[in-house]
């Protein structure tokens, strides 16, 4: 995929121009800054300013010429509530925007759109998808966002030829269990890891990097493929539980090992928490989070800790598309989050189909396998096993309680 990103001349710089690494700052009070199991940053990569979207872009509203039956209906599968929620709704926010601007263009083709609400739980995901794959006018779906949840629910859509596209689920092992119905809409974590273990090492000047990885299926991938990414940088490796609330444990390792920047792999409901009770102990080292904790809640849970992280996404940053950016927070009163705009692009996909006379399961799912147009976001082009080609990985940091994007690490 072709580079579309721009910068002013400040953050056009290198990351090479970093001032000065890893800088030793005042330790905490009964302590040296490496007893405190790290060397605070005084980084400064300057914050991404605009992106170049494609000017042939496919749009929801095609051409406003579009003719299908009143109930041909698609939906979203995946969280509306639960610890981890907000993915979710940057999601079905991002596909309701689609929707919306489809059905005001295309008077004869108003399609319906219906949520079903998985919780982002593994075991709580089946009920939901089984029950949109048997109502027989839902011919694609957006979803699932979580890895574990993908896993656990392929086959059931896979039985009934249904299409889903996926604009959050990373785990590379997805796409190795011969489903032909499932598409992953972003980069796999076969990707971000070693971006990730690049940006850590190389842009973020990290010398030891330890990781916690949560028992999740995202978190697990994603710990393995940083892991290996990281090679002699790495200064060790523990796992946590989702739900879990203390890692004073963990943490202590982390002192120990005189790791500079930690990376976190699993969402942000445990990785908040986790990043606050770390910094609360004394840590002065950098935190980096993947896509699963790239969330304004991260912010909220973790307070004034988070102004420690940096996260991986391999999302673009919807917020700087200006027409996508106004209208989405016209709908959900909020800018677009991680997935957003992940989202209406893959709802796009789907509605394009729709107008193009594919009004079946069947057809709509030929339509995306052959698909090969630009979205707002990215090129959409899927190979064999429903894996995008060519994606890129972003970094972003928090600045002033924001979360801010610094421009392409990796792809």
Known sequence: MRKRVMTTLAAAATFGMLLGGCANTAAPEGGSSSEAGGSGSAINIPALTSIDTPKDAVLPAGDGKAKCADTTT?????????????????????????????NAANPDCQVQFKKFDTEGDPNKATGPVTQATKEEGIIGVVGLPFSGESKA?????????????????????????????????????????????KFMTEQLKAKKVYIVQDDSEYGIGLGKTTEEGLGDALAGIDKVTQGQKDFSATISKIMNSKADAVFYSGYYAEGAPFDQQLVNKGYTGTFIGPDGLKDDQFIKQAGDASKNAYFTCPCIPGELIPTFAKDYKALAGIDPGTYSIEGYDAATVLLSGIDAGNQDRASLLEWVKTYDKDGLSKHYKWNDKGELQAPTVYGYKVENGKIVPIGAIGE
Not at 84 to 96: C, D, E, P, R
Not at 171 to 179: A, M, V
Not at 183 to 191: E, H, K, Q, T, W
């Open 153 to 197: 629910t392929g086959n059931i859509f896979e039985q009934v030829k249904l299409v889903h596209v996926t604009p959050a689920a990373t785990n590379p092992g997805l796409t190795e269990n011969g489903w032909t119905t499932f598409f992953r809409g972003l980069g796999n974590d076969a990707v971000q890891g070693p971006a990730a273990a």
């Open 74 to 102: 698609l939906a979203y599968v995946g969280a509306q509530t639960g610890a981890n929620a907000q993915l979710g709704i940057n999601i079905f926010n991002g596909v309701q925007l689609a929707i919306n601007e489809h």
